[in-house]
C-alpha cells in the first residue's frame, strides 16, 4: 500500500443526537459530534418536556402520534380509547 493512502490518526465520532457512530481520519466539529470512547461517551438521550392537549387533537392526529411515540393503538378504537392508550404509555 502507498504510504500517503494508509490512514494513521483514525478517530471515532458519536452523533449525540442521532446515536450514529463513525471514523474519520479527519477531525470532525458541531454541536453534535464528541469524539467517541466506547467507555466513557456515551449518547445523550435529549427529552423536551411539552405539554400536549390529546383533547383538540383530531383522531386522525392522535393515531399519527401514537405512530411517532411508537405506541400501539387499534385505529379502529374511538377517541376516547386511544387518548387513554397514550396518556397510560406516558405514567
Given at each position: 500500500?502507498?504510504?500517503?493512502?494508509?490512514?494513521?490518526?483514525?478517530?471515532?465520532?458519536?452523533?449525540?443526537?442521532?446515536g450514529?457512530?463513525?471514523?474519520?481520519?479527519?477531525?470532525?466539529?458541531?454541536?453534535?459530534?464528541?469524539?467517541?470512547?466506547?467507555?466513557?461517551?456515551k449518547?445523550?438521550?435529549?427529552?423536551?418536556?411539552e405539554?400536549?392537549?390529546?383533547?383538540?387533537?383530531?383522531?386522525?392526529?392522535l393515531?399519527?402520534?401514537?405512530?411517532?411515540?411508537?405506541?400501539?393503538?387499534?385505529?379502529?378504537?374511538?377517541?376516547?380509547?386511544?387518548?387513554?392508550?397514550?396518556?397510560?404509555?406516558?405514567?
Open positions: 500500500m502507498h504510504e500517503s493512502l494508509r490512514l494513521v490518526n483514525k478517530m471515532r465520532y458519536i452523533n449525540t443526537k442521532t450514529a457512530i463513525i471514523d474519520s481520519p479527519f477531525k470532525i466539529n458541531g454541536d453534535n459530534w464528541l469524539e467517541y470512547n466506547s467507555e466513557k461517551t449518547p445523550k438521550k435529549e427529552y423536551v418536556e405539554e400536549i392537549d390529546l383533547e383538540k387533537m383530531t383522531k386522525a392526529e393515531v399519527e402520534f401514537a405512530k411517532e411515540q411508537e405506541i400501539e393503538v387499534n385505529e379502529k378504537d374511538t377517541k376516547a380509547v386511544i387518548i387513554e392508550t397514550i396518556a397510560k404509555a406516558f405514567e
